[in-house]
T-cell receptor, first 115, second 114 residues
Framework: EDKVVQSPLSLVVHEGDTVTLNCSYEVTNFRSLLWYKQEKKAPTFLFMLTSSGIEKKSGRLSSILDKKELFSILNITATQTGDSAIYLCAVEAWAGGTSYGKLTFGQGTILTVHP | DVKVTQSSRYLVKRTGEKVFLECVQDMDHENMFWYRQDPGLGLRLIYFSYDVKMKEKGDIPEGYSVSREKKERFSLILESASTNQTSMYLC?????????????FGPGTRLTVL
């Protein structure tokens, strides 16, 4: 059974701090790892990672994948109150040579940024 | 912009009622998914569909069924709602094929079963 574990489950920081969110996985036939941000509405896509060691970056957010150690991290530098959200990690696996895009999600990390 | 819409943001039903949750996407995506989200458990896949009239069970299909009569619409049905089905329900869609395609989510329906 595919499994995704995120840590910490919740985190409280002050504006300007840097945070690192962790995601480890056990999955057969790994295809990709995705990060989503969820405020009080639909999760929105942040990053898709498929190759080890290649950092993806978007503004103050960055993420990297280690396929040997089976984990990914999401870094947020100079945090702002608008970064307060649930951050979801999900892993997609190949199914019989094709993929229907079936994702297994972790529990999520609740990030709270205080002014 | 991909739009995934869900029929209701909030819904209150009584135990034993039949409940329909509707999801519509406007980007001609082949794949559609229903998840439920509970605190501490993340998103769990209930059912998904990779084509019209096709459906596959996810990780927690018990107590649910689905219908996909048209490509853009995917319905989740609770045949006889129970209190343990109180949850946030999220619909998503994605393109199929060999490209890496992320899932796009709807705003969610918060269902309360009394």
């Amino acid at each position: 059974e595919d499994k995704v574990v995120q840590s910490p489950l919740s985190l409280v920081v002050h504006e300007g701090d840097t945070v690192t969110l962790n995601c480890s996985y056990e999955v057969t036939n790994f295809r990709s790892l995705l990060w989503y941000k969820q405020e009080k509405k639909a999760p929105t896509f942040l990053f898709m990672l498929t190759s080890s060691g290649i950092e993806k970056k978007s503004g103050r957010l960055s993420s990297i994948l280690d396929k040997k150690e089976l984990f990914s991290i999401l870094n947020i530098t100079a945090t702002q109150t608008g970064d307060s959200a649930i951050y979801l990690c999900a892993v997609e696996a190949w199914a019989g040579g094709t993929s229907y895009g079936k994702l297994t999600f972790g529990q999520g990390t609740i990030l709270t940024v205080h002014p | 912009d991909v739009k995934v819409t869900q029929s209701s943001r909030y819904l209150v039903k009584r135990t034993g009622e039949k409940v329909f949750l509707e999801c519509v996407q406007d980007m001609d995506h082949e794949n559609m998914f229903w998840y439920r989200q509970d605190p501490g458990l993340g998103l769990r896949l209930i059912y998904f569909s990779y084509d019209v009239k096709m459906k596959e069970k996810g990780d927690i299909p018990e107590g649910y069924s689905v219908s996909r009569e048209k490509k853009e619409r995917f319905s989740l049905i609770l045949e006889s709602a129970s209190t343990n089905q109180t949850s946030m329900y999220l619909c998503a869609s994605s393109l199929s094929g060999l490209l890496y395609n992320e899932q796009f989510f709807g705003p969610g329906t918060r269902l309360t079963v009394l």
